[in-house]
């Protein structure tokens, strides 16, 4: 039901989805830019639930606070603390490993501001837990949900980095302003 109502939502607001595969894979990393508002978390509610993918999210532990953060792990967050340090990536590696199915999008950006280069975690949880990463593209300007096809990473960090890059670079936010450069 909740997947028919978000394709009315998505449809009356205006947006498409563009996806360039067939098959989706029953573990992978999606890989969210721009995140440049709050209104980025919606889009990818109605996303998932079109395509009647579960997949996880990543959150700051901030945002798990009394009243509303039962609600966010209800709906599939994970709390992250940035204000210490912490083996992050072999954590979500561990959790990749100890499932058939798994599922999480991370925003490589790391904030809602400007950046010029993404935080690598997203890059090697995939590595290590040997998953594919599906670049996704909340593009507001065409008000276009895309989904690249899934690649793993390479040992060549650069070149994959490049990739990665390269889908991202130009494509607008909520706020233009903020975008990755």
Same mark, same amino acid.
């Given at each position: 039901?909740?997947?028919?109502?978000? #394709?009315?939502?998505?449809?009356?607001?205006?947006?498409?989805?563009?996806? *360039?595969?067939?098959?989706?894979?029953?573990?992978?990393?999606? @890989?969210?830019?721009?995140?440049?508002?709050?209104?980025?978390?919606?889009?990818?509610?109605?996303?998932?639930?079109?395509?009647?993918?579960?997949?996880?999210?990543?959150?700051?532990?901030?945002?798990?606070?009394?009243?509303?953060?039962?609600?966010?792990?209800?709906?599939?967050?994970?709390?992250?603390?940035?204000?210490?340090?912490? *083996?992050?990536?072999?954590?979500?590696?561990?959790?990749? *490993?100890?499932?058939?199915?798994?599922?999480?999008?991370?925003?490589?950006?790391?904030?809602? +501001?400007?950046?010029?280069?993404?935080?690598?975690?997203?890059?090697?949880?995939? #590595?290590?837990? *040997?998953?594919?990463?599906?670049?996704?593209?909340?593009?507001? +300007?065409?008000?276009?949900?895309?989904?690249?096809?899934?690649?793993?990473?390479?040992?060549?960090? +650069?070149?994959?980095? @490049?990739?990665?890059?390269?889908?991202?670079?130009?494509?607008?936010?909520?706020?233009?302003?903020?975008?990755?450069?």
């Amino acid at each position: 039901m909740f997947r028919y109502i978000s #394709k009315w939502i998505m449809k009356w607001w205006g947006w498409s989805f563009k996806i *360039n595969f067939s098959d989706w894979p029953t573990k992978y990393i999606v @890989a969210v830019v721009p995140h440049t508002s709050s209104w980025d978390f919606p889009i990818g509610i109605f996303s998932r639930s079109i395509y009647k993918q579960d997949i996880k999210f990543i959150g700051k532990k901030s945002l798990f606070k009394p009243g509303i953060g039962w609600l966010l792990k209800a709906m599939g967050g994970y709390p992250v603390d940035r204000s210490k340090r912490s *083996n992050f990536v072999q954590a979500v590696v561990d959790i990749f *490993n100890s499932k058939e199915t798994f599922k999480i999008a991370i925003a490589p950006e790391g904030t809602r +501001e400007r950046v010029t280069k993404f935080k690598t975690g997203f890059y090697y949880i995939a #590595k290590e837990a *040997n998953v594919p990463i599906i670049l996704c593209q909340f593009d507001w +300007e065409h008000k276009t949900v895309v989904f690249d096809t899934p690649f793993f990473p390479t040992d060549d960090k +650069e070149a994959d980095f @490049a990739h990665i890059e390269d889908f991202f670079r130009g494509v607008k936010g909520y706020y233009p302003e903020k975008s990755f450069v």
